[in-house]
């Protein structure tokens, strides 16, 4: 090869050269451009990620939270209806009429005042005295169809004592009976006879 051809060569990779250099400054100025770009990112994605696991956090946190106020409310609704339930029945024992009324005989009213649960409740003077048992009884009793009375006895004792006392009346197929609240137990004069002034 002689010497113009070699100088010819040479001139040609020096152009390919120069042409290669400028291309890798180029090239090298788009990876540092990426490179800071992702770099950038890399920032921002740690950033977020953090703010992820925040959220992610107070999620469950909040989740929690709310199954157990879930679990709260529905203990209190149920709760609530069966206050409702006995405010009706107990508004219905208070105001409505008997519609179906119905009458025991002595066995049977012994048998329901077994069940009742008014004398479990205890005597307690003088918040829970006879006369909150009487009244008990009749809404009871009432609830289940049968017509009670409350009956007040004011008197003296044989000593001169004051005497009160209040307990229930009903008519059964027997004829007229007394029941005492607190204690269940049923009681009638000579002929289911009334509770007179005097006796």
Request: proline share 2%; with cysteine.
């Amino acid at each position: 090869m002689s010497y113009w051809q070699l100088v010819s060569t040479y001139e040609l990779l020096q152009a390919s050269y120069n042409q290669l250099s400028l291309s890798y400054q180029s090239l090298n100025a788009s990876y540092n451009q990426l490179n800071a770009m992702y770099q950038s990112l890399s920032e921002n994605y740690s950033a977020l990620q953090e703010t992820y696991n925040g959220l992610l956090a107070n999620y469950l946190a909040l989740n929690a939270s709310h199954s157990e106020l879930l679990g709260q409310y529905l203990a209190l609704n149920a709760s609530y209806i069966a206050l409702s339930n006995s405010y009706v029945k107990l508004y219905s024992a208070l105001y409505d009429p008997l519609t179906n009324e119905t009458i025991l005989t002595i066995d049977e009213l012994k048998a329901w005042l077994n069940e009742d649960s008014t004398d479990e409740i205890g005597y307690i003077w003088p918040n829970l005295v006879c006369g909150d048992f009487a009244v008990m009884l009749t809404f009871h009793a009432k609830l289940n169809g049968w017509e009670t009375g409350i009956v007040g006895i004011f008197a003296k004792k044989a000593d001169g004592t004051r005497f009160d006392h209040v307990s229930n009346a009903i008519l059964c197929a027997e004829g007229l009976v007394y029941v005492e609240p607190p204690t269940d137990a049923v009681s009638w004069y000579k002929n289911h006879s009334e509770i007179t002034h005097g006796k």
